[in-house]
């Protein structure tokens, strides 16, 4: 059973949750930039992000699973801010976004492969998705006290494998949230200090692991790997590793 979305939006209010919403938020920022003029998306419950990075997007939209419940976060000019859907079926036409952000979605869905399947569909050619998912390797993945302490947590091996699967490509990865999932006010004093010494010495032992990858348009089928659709240069910033291609 998924967390209900007024759980999920308490852990983002109190204060360990706004510091890993800034975390997270610092280390997407650092990847994407301000998303000026692109057409965003959040999956799961994205909007702790989306609200601060896709204030210049053209659309901003969540949409959030139906067993989870939907949040309304300031609609605008824009149109509907928050959609509920099934996690295969969302209510977009093909190729709607340029840029999707997935958080709190994989973890608890009883079918990963199909909700990425739907990313892919209604992510435009060339489009962007970063995956956020908790570290199966890391002290977030054991902390019942907040959402990465729910459902199934992830290796950064996995989560290439299964975005192979349903046909993107990774471009770049890191993790995120090195501070400790504690609500104690000290450490919540030395979370900033925390993160920057354990992208430093640590990697590999964050909280959380991010992922982007691109829609791939050619799949591998008969055990012949097929041309990629030609690809924009990706340039990863600080804090974030460029795999190499097979």
Do not use: C
Request: zero cysteines.
């Amino acid at each position: 059973m998924r967390q209900d979305v007024a759980s999920l939006d308490k852990f983002y209010a109190s204060p360990l949750g706004m510091k890993a919403k800034a975390a997270l938020t610092a280390r997407v920022g650092e990847l994407w930039g301000d998303l000026n003029r692109e057409s965003l998306l959040g999956v799961g419950f994205a909007t702790p992000i989306t609200v601060s990075l896709g204030q210049k997007a053209d659309a901003n939209i969540a949409v959030m699973p139906a067993a989870q419940g939907g949040l309304t976060w300031g609609a605008t000019s824009r149109g509907i801010s928050t959609v509920l859907a099934e996690e295969g079926d969302m209510p977009f036409k093909d190729s709607s976004f340029s840029k999707v952000i997935l958080l709190h979605g994989l973890e608890e869905s009883s079918a990963p492969g199909a909700l990425l399947r739907e990313i892919w569909r209604v992510l435009s050619p060339e489009g962007r998705l970063i995956v956020i998912a908790a570290n199966r390797l890391g002290l977030w993945a054991r902390a019942e006290s907040t959402p990465f302490g729910h459902g199934r947590p992830w290796t950064r091996g996995q989560l290439s494998r299964l975005l192979e699967q349903t046909m993107f490509q990774t471009t770049a990865w890191t993790h995120g949230l090195y501070m400790p999932p504690s609500q104690w006010s000290f450490m919540l004093a030395m979370a900033n200090n925390v993160e920057k010494v354990g992208e430093a010495v640590s990697r590999g032992v964050g909280g959380v692991v991010l992922i982007e990858a691109v829609k791939r348009l050619y799949a591998d089928t008969g055990g012949q790997k097929l041309q990629f659709a030609p690809l924009r240069p990706v340039r990863t910033r600080k804090g974030l590793a460029r795999l190499p291609r097979d």
